[in-house]
């Protein structure tokens, strides 16, 4: 049973235009949540982390919300830039994980010029 | 400051031939992981290690054997390769002892990655 979800396999966004990418998690007792980007043939690098203490973490254009109510981050990047296309996973550890992250399946963002 | 390195970058395989997948940190990091990622199916968890000499299941176990006989590297070898093997195949590390223990030391740093094709 996938405890973190990625519902959108692929997102298509204008350059300069607001990105948003959606990521459901269903266990309560994970307390920090990750993005990673990966660019074909490259590894995921790390973009931004969020604690559960905090509902917004921001860094440059890249935003990331956490409603902990609802089970549900999202990840904002604003402007859009050619640059960002990629696919974007989204990760979370914590609750008996043992430090370990379990990753969704990703999202294929295209940002067209 | 290499980071995390993966050899080789890509291999070749018949089935039931065996091979050794390299992964080397310089970050001082404690844990290390193995990844495979298959279309659709996002990262999962092969095998990963809490630290030198240990060394721990995850998701998809499997047909692969690992060892941390240093700090540094973490080795994947498999035994007999067969065509389910076939992937893409990422090594991470998190966890450094220095410095604030919070929950920051779960981020982990990956590898360039090793496309492997079992024939």
């Known amino acids: 049973d996938q405890q973190v979800k990625q519902n959108s396999p692929s997102l298509s966004v204008q350059e300069g235009r607001i990105s948003i990418l959606n990521c459901d998690y269903t266990?309560?007792?994970?307390?920090?949540f990750l993005w990673y980007k990966k660019y074909p043939a490259e590894g995921p690098t790390f973009l931004i982390s969020?604690?559960?203490?905090?509902d917004k973490n921001e860094d440059g254009r890249f935003t990331v919300f956490l409603n902990k109510s609802a089970k549900h981050l999202s990840l904002h990047i604003v402007p859009s830039q050619p640059g960002d296309s990629a696919v974007y996973f989204c990760?979370?550890?914590?609750?008996?994980?043992?430090?370990?992250?379990?990753f969704g399946k990703g999202t294929k963002l295209s940002v067209k010029p | 400051n290499a980071g995390v390195t993966q050899t080789p970058k890509f291999r070749v395989l018949k089935t039931g031939q065996s091979m050794t997948l390299l992964c080397a940190q310089d970050m001082n990091h404690e844990y290390m992981y193995w990844y495979r990622q298959d279309p659709g199916m996002g990262l999962r968890l092969i095998h990963y290690?809490?630290?030198?000499?240990?060394?721990a299941k995850g998701e998809v176990p499997d047909g692969y054997n690992v060892s941390r006989l240093k700090k540094q590297n973490f080795l994947l070898g498999l035994e007999s390769a067969a065509p389910s093997q076939t992937s893409v195949y990422f090594c991470a590390s998190s966890f450094p002892l220095s410095g604030p223990l919070d929950s920051s030391t779960d981020t982990q740093y990956f590898g360039p990655g090793t496309r492997l094709t079992v024939l």
């Open positions: 969020i604690s559960s203490i905090k």
């Open positions: 290690s809490v630290g030198e000499g240990t060394t």
């Open positions: 266990n309560s007792m994970f307390d920090y």
């Open positions: 990760a979370a550890s914590g609750g008996g994980s043992q430090g370990n992250l379990i």
